[in-house]
């Protein structure tokens, strides 16, 4: 039987959100070099719009796609264990489409599955959606 996921804390905990700030970075440079490494392989990125990217497709968006102006993440929890982490929380981005002058900021609530392999933690899986209007 698979172990019950807990709350994370200490070294699991920051080392995710320290690979979250990778993330983020990496889309704010356009740094595919860096994002690479960070990301798994049979990455499935579903974005708030519906689109889906396997890995080398979200590369591709991150290197040609809109310009990251600024990248948020906050009210995140994690849950998970030695192996996998269940990141939750939202996202704020600002961004400026190509041919579009002015930028456009969203808010989206994201899920983020990272998994530990050799001892590095790679995003697996992640699903933004556009919160519900009140």
Known sequence: MAPHPIDLTGGAASAVRARQQDWIRG???RDVAALQSLLA???VYVHS???CHDRQ???RFVETGPAFLVVALAETSLQGSADW???GGLLSLT???PGMSEPQSLTSI???VWRRDSGSWQLLRAQATRPAMA
Do not use: M, N
Request: charged share 15%; with cysteine.
């Open 27 to 29: 889309l704010l440079g």
């Open 41 to 43: 392989p049979e990455l």
């Open 49 to 51: 719009t519906g689109v």
């Open 57 to 59: 497709a979200y590369l």
């Open 85 to 87: 982490c269940v990141a």
């Open 95 to 97: 961004l400026r489409k």
């Open 110 to 112: 994201v899920t983020q």
